[in-house]
């Protein structure tokens, strides 16, 4: 277990393993993401009561889902930079803060977009999607302190430590339609029932979930690659591997 | 197939302009992303091995220089 951890921390194995995995997570998650959107879209029926408009949440859901998932990826990497100073996962708190920054701002979109015609507004100050801008703003706080501090090690530190700061925002989401009054509906899916709605529209809503979890993974993948490879330029296994043109 | 032809596919019964922003939306950031971020990592590797190269063309093509034994003057004035 603990060979295994500390394997797990070395970016030369992670480097490996990574450009492994890589082409399958791509083609796997291409396709079920695809598979999902086209089922979802021209395939699934439609909402008795939104009508067509309900067609946003195959990517609405599987966007805010992974915003938050990211995050909570992001403060378990964090406490690991904190207590063990591992480097890998500041890596990975720096290479993925971007992407849970994109997809947050879809999932704030496409919520807007959804909102004007199932209930006649683009935007509401109400819980759920404030809190879903705080974390927006999070991810962009992240970004921002890590570029201010030159200094690498201190950069992971400050930065690991607002990311655990804001990880009090991740149970005020999930909360948020319960605790409160919204005009957000209820989660769509829960772990413990059975999904409310008919199996023709779950099941490609989990694909594109599922699909988007696996480009998220490739996405994870390259770009922590990028990262170590700009970090540990002067060992002498990346000079290798970049004079192999390998990676 | 949840329409009768390719023209209601697109309209939506009024909700196309809704739908189709967001998926264009999505697939413009997605997409995007996944691009510039395999560019930045093709950049960045190119990069450094031109800075291997130039390393190396450096230390080979000026060869150390040999010790001398030359004695450095001192200006007597």
Redesign the interface.
Known sequence: MWQFFHKLGSPKWFFGIATRFMPWLLAIGIILLLAGLVWGLAFAPKDYLQGNSYRIIFIHVPTAFLAQSIYIMMASAAIVTLVWRMKLADVFVKAVAPVGLVFTFLSLFTGAVWGKPTWGTWWVWDARLTSMLILLFLYGGTIALDRAINDEKSAARAVAVLVLVGVVNIPIIKYSVEWWNTLHQPATFKLTEKPSMPVEMWVPLLLSVLGLYLLFGWLACLRMKTEIVMREQKTRWVRELVMAGRG | ???DSFSA?IA?????P??W???S??AV??VG??IW??R??QA??AS??R??QQQESSTSARPKQAATFARVEVSQE
């Open positions: 197939m949840a329409f596919f939506m019964e009024g909700h196309g809704y739908v922003a967001c998926y939306v999505f950031l997605l992303l996944m971020s395999s930045h990592h960045v590797m450094c091995k800075r291997y």
